[in-house]
């Protein structure tokens, strides 16, 4: 089915700028919806950022001044541009995807990436 491999987390200092990678793998007939989730420390995991291959974007309010995700159909690639990083968004970064079965018939599914952690700190 899907696999997907994200990179690009690491350490920053407030106020930083991170780029996060995320490719899809495996087979589907359709990648309709990537994205962006997270869980910071003692939290439940949260939205960050959706796009739909029809290039429809939502945002947490938290985020969208501040942060930017675009998608690249053609390779299968969502990224997430973060600038002026703040300690509250310290969190693992988890991609996602809502993609339609290579055999239609068999329905919507989802993957998940297994996170990458965005630590924020001086």
């Known amino acids: 089915q899907v696999q997907l491999g994200e990179s690009g987390g690491g350490l920053v200092q407030p106020g930083g700028s991170l780029s996060l990678s995320c490719v899809a793998y495996g087979t589907f007939f359709s990648l309709d919806t990537m994205g962006w989730y997270r869980q910071g420390p003692g939290k439940q995991r949260e939205l960050v950022a959706i796009?739909?291959?029809?290039?429809?974007?939502n945002y947490s309010e938290s985020v969208k001044d501040r942060f930017t995700i675009s998608r690249d159909n053609a390779k299968n690639t969502v990224y997430l541009q973060m600038n002026s990083l703040q300690v509250e968004d310290t969190s693992v970064y988890y991609c996602n995807a809502k993609y339609l079965h290579v055999i239609p018939e068999v329905g919507n599914l989802e993957a998940w990436g297994q996170g990458t952690l965005v630590a924020v700190a001086s």
């Open positions: 796009e739909t291959s029809g290039g429809h974007r």
